[in-house]
């Protein structure tokens, strides 16, 4: 008896929990029936999501891919039945992606739609080590050269074919490279010294120059020119800025730069086309519609606002009182007026403005308005990035005696652009979306194509297909970049806190 | 060392505007001045220019001829042979009439949909979520000729009314047509009639006594109603007890009113099919609900998320210290929780009504008679006077858009933390 014990000397195993509270029924139950009110709501949504579905999945499903018109997708469809008329899309979805860039099918025309895909191609290359900073210098060439090389498979010809093949084996070489060494390997040999490629920086700040180019087309050394003003204003900088001192140095760049611009780039495009014409076909701005309108409308607009809108935000929050007062009142001016009065400025009032004889098209018209009106929107959004920065980085970067343009370039910016890159993107997809205002002063954006669409004798009257195609279209561009800003959000986050 | 800090006092000289940091912040603005009136100076001539080739002086004289087109939604009496400046006015009334109506349904849907985004019910959140990209992922423009489009082509029309193949919803008092909503309107058997205002000029307009009186009554029963919460508050100040008072202050609004409504005979006039198409009741166009239903969709996507990120701005620890002090859940959320809430929520929430009123101006894709319909469509096409009728739309635009953001200013500065 003395050795008899009521206390348990061991523990007991773990016992399952019960079934009701694991897996498939437990996430039911913690998430679906925890109560009464979540029951109901749950079988509420479950009624109507059915509902939606039954409503909506056999329209969509409806065999009517090769249908040629409206009646011949009604009889596939046989009476009685309601249900989608995807031919419609099949027969026209070309046109509202490229409005009516010419694809060779009337007169002696060729098909140019390789050009836009590519300028868009290439845009993507552009914007690749801004946007992604995971992908490496290698694979950013590895992208570019194989862009460029299946471009000249595609024009084909012997020199396409020759140039296609090297670039393409160019790409595949170094992408092997890239691919079969260790990233951390790279790195140390980095370290060490070794060759690098060239930033792939260089290509981005070349694209401005070649997108016009290839969208536009015509001669080529229009766009050279272009880009020979700033070249020219770099060595008149470096030149004149120790002669002269450097604030005087950058006026006179400038003053050079313009001069070359207004005065001198005309006459040497037209005497380098005499001597060596390389050109592409030029299509006219009323042919550009569909969603290479948009997209060239959105892209140009926000690459311009960006300067802009860090200048205004800049005057804004600086202490100069006539400088901050003009800047507050174009940005509550444009921001307090909606975007379609300034695209009835730019369809109206904007030769009005310009010299007797000026006479400029809709579209570059269009371009400027937006950009302003971006730029608006984009100053405020880095304006709240300059707010955002705690008072000690503009004091520390005065305490090192940074002067002003110093401070903003090395200390201020590379901050405040950081802390506002959501509010960018977000910008971005705001004016993206505007862009198929323009439909309303008579562009052919998707929504204007697809009124041109309807009033065809063969689809006359039909919504549901061509609204859904580009609302899916928009709902695409614009959900990738919010996730896409998400991305950026965490990345970026460094927690000043 | 003095030396070295005492400023230079050689004489001045002219590179010392560009290089002297006590003249240099002055060159630079007046510089900047001056090519401000210059790019100024240099539009206004070109226009000046422009328009005397054209052989339009620049004038708002045609703003009191006759503007000789219809407009068919309105809120006061118009007809085409009033002046375009009264066309403007009616086009403005139905702007805000929108706006008005648009942000307080994109409100509703958005608080709605945001709380119910915070929800633990794993399918409602989803389904929140689903709502939430869907609108603000696809252009505004497109939502409203899409609602449009649904109104036109599903709705029954009139005449399906009369066959018996539609019937009117809400026991027969509201009729759902592809040509628009007919609502009930009040009406006053004993009405005290109305006043005229402004004579005859394009701004006179119409003040209804019956209204005036109920809204006097209503705010009187209200303003008694605070002063006895006022009494209450003292009440309980000084005694430690608050009288239930819920029913007087109840009472002291409803009652009055009632009773004025009774006198004044109230009753609804009800749509009836007469022809081919309904009589009687207050009409909604189609263009006015797609756009109104477009426009609260779209936004209240937007507040949606501000109303779920303002809730999840105010951090646990404050509910926790509210039920540490004792108070009682609902408490908790009118006295700790939904002031710190709400001070995160409404600066965007009032940006975003701001982007309601200006999206508003997208009405003449469907033929709204908006301002931007009628001052920026037909006036200017019909005067082809570009240039006045634009400045003018956006001077409104901006007054309306000044005026809201004046009230987020005011509202800011109300709530702002007061520190040191």
Not at chain 1, 31 to 43: A, D, H, M, Q, R
Not at chain 1, 76 to 102: K, M, S, T
Not at chain 1, 479 to 494: H, K
Not at chain 2, 22 to 43: D, E, K, N, P
């Amino acid at each position: 008896m003395s050795d008899m014990s009521y206390v348990r000397s061991e523990m007991l195993p773990e016992r399952a929990p019960p079934a009701s509270s694991v897996g498939f029924v437990g996430w039911m139950r913690q998430n679906l029936f925890n109560g009464i009110v979540n029951s109901i709501l749950t079988i509420v949504s479950l009624v109507l999501i059915a509902m939606v579905a039954m409503a909506i999945v056999p329209w969509i499903f409806s065999p009517t891919w090769n249908g040629t018109s409206q009646n011949d997708c009604r009889e596939i469809i046989g009476a009685g039945h309601h249900a989608a008329c995807w031919g419609v899309i099949n027969d026209r979805w070309e046109q509202l992606l490229f409005g009516f860039y010419p694809n060779g099918t009337e007169g002696d025309t060729t098909d140019q739609r390789w050009r836009p895909i590519v300028a868009f191609a290439l845009l993507f290359v552009a914007v690749t080590p801004v946007l992604f900073s995971m992908i490496s210098r290698r694979m950013n060439w590895v992208l570019l050269l194989a862009v460029l090389g299946l471009t000249g498979l595609y024009l084909g010809g012997a020199a396409g074919m020759i140039l296609g093949l090297a670039l393409l084996a160019g790409a595949a070489f170094v992408g092997f490279k890239a691919l079969s060494t260790d990233k951390d390997a790279r790195a140390a040999e980095i370290e060490a010294g070794a060759k690098r490629l060239p930033n792939p920086l260089i290509f981005s700040a070349i694209f401005p120059f070649i997108a016009p180019w290839l969208l536009w087309g015509g001669s080529i050394w229009l766009p050279v020119g272009a880009a020979l003003g700033f070249v020219i204003g770099y060595f008149a900088y470096s030149i004149l800025s120790k002669i002269v001192g450097s604030l005087a140095g950058i006026i006179l760049a400038v003053v050079a730069s313009i001069v070359w611009w207004l005065f001198l780039t005309g006459g040497f495009a037209s005497l380098m086309d005499a001597i060596l014409p390389i050109g592409l076909e030029p299509v006219e701005s009323r042919k550009f519609g569909g969603f290479m309108l948009s997209i060239t409308i959105g892209v140009v607009a926000i690459a311009c606002s960006l300067p802009i809108g860090i200048v205004l935000a800049l005057g804004r929050q600086s202490d100069l009182m006539i400088v901050k007062a003009l800047c507050v009142g174009f940005i509550e001016f444009i921001r307090g007026v909606p975007l379609i009065t300034l695209l009835f400025v730019a369809s109206t009032l904007l030769n009005i403005f310009m010299p007797p004889g000026t006479n400029f098209d809709i579209i570059l018209r269009v371009l400027i308005m937006v950009t302003l009106f971006a730029s608006a929107y984009m100053a405020e959004v880095i304006r709240g990035g300059l707010a955002a920065l705690p008072r000690g980085q503009y004091e520390a970067a005065d305490a090192l005696g940074l002067d002003y343009w110093k401070a903003q370039r090395l200390i201020i910016m590379p901050q405040a652009l950081k802390i506002s890159i959501p509010g960018i993107v977000s910008t971005f997809i705001g004016v993206f979306k505007d862009t198929v205002l323009v439909s309303i002063i008579g562009l052919l954006d998707p929504l204007g194509l697809s009124n041109a669409i309807r009033a065809d004798q063969a689809w006359n009257g039909l919504v549901w297909e061509l609204y859904g195609f580009i609302a899916l279209l928009f709902f695409v561009f614009c959900f990738s970049m919010s996730r896409y800003s998400m991305y950026l959000e965490r990345r970026l986050r460094t927690d000043h806190r | 060392m003095t030396s070295m800090t005492d400023p230079h006092q050689g004489q001045f000289r002219l590179s010392m505007l560009l290089y002297d940091s006590r003249y240099r912040s002055m060159t630079i603005q007046i510089v900047a001045l001056i090519g401000f009136l210059i790019l100024v100076f240099w539009l206004i001539s070109n226009t000046a220019q422009n328009l005397a080739e054209l052989g339009k002086e620049p004038s708002f004289g045609f703003m009191s001829e006759p503007a000789g087109y219809d407009i068919n939604q309105r809120l006061l009496e118009y007809n085409s042979q009033d002046t375009h400046l009264r066309a403007s006015l009616m086009g403005l009334l139905n702007t805000l009439l929108v706006a008005v109506m648009g942000c307080i349904a994109a409100t509703i849907i958005g608080v709605i949909v945001g709380v119910l985004r915070l929800s633990p019910n794993w399918i409602v959140s989803r389904l929140a979520a689903v709502y939430v990209e869907m609108f603000r992922n696809v252009p505004v423009l497109l939502w409203i000729v899409f609602i449009m489009a649904v109104l036109i082509e599903t709705l029954p029309a009139p005449s399906a009314f009369r066959k018996g193949e539609a019937s009117m919803a809400l026991w027969d008092s509201v009729a759902i047509t592809n040509r628009g909503v007919y609502i009930p309107e009040p009406l006053f058997s004993n009405s005290l009639g109305n006043i005229h205002l402004l004579g005859q000029s394009s701004l006179r307009f119409d003040v209804s006594l019956d209204l005036l009186a109920i809204a006097a009554v209503f705010l009187a029963g209200i303003l008694t109603s605070m002063l006895i919460k006022r009494r209450a508050d003292a009440i309980q100040e000084s005694t430690g007890d608050r009288p239930a008072t819920w029913y007087w202050r109840l009472g002291v609004v409803v009652i009055p009113t009632v009773i004025v409504l009774t006198i004044l005979g109230l009753h609804w006039g009800y749509p009836e099919l007469k022809g081919f198409n309904f009589k009687g009741g207050t009409y909604m166009r189609n263009s006015l609900i797609a756009l109104w239903l477009a426009l609260s969709l779209y936004t209240g996507a937007f507040i949606a998320e501000i109303v779920r990120a303002g809730i999840l701005a105010v951090s646990k620890g404050q509910s926790e210290a509210a039920g540490a002090l004792g108070l009682r859940p609902n408490r908790t959320m009118s006295l700790v929780i939904l002031p710190q809430a709400l001070r995160v929520i409404i600066p965007p929430l009032i940006s975003n009504y701001l982007n309601l009123t200006k999206n508003s101006s997208l009405a003449i894709a469907v033929g709204y008679m908006d301002i931007t319909g009628t001052l920026g469509g037909i006036t200017m096409n019909q005067t082809g006077r570009e240039l006045e009728t634009v400045l003018l739309l956006m001077a409104v635009y901006l007054a309306i858009s000044l005026t809201i953001s004046s009230v987020m200013n005011w509202y800011n500065e109300s709530v702002k933390l007061k520190e040191r």
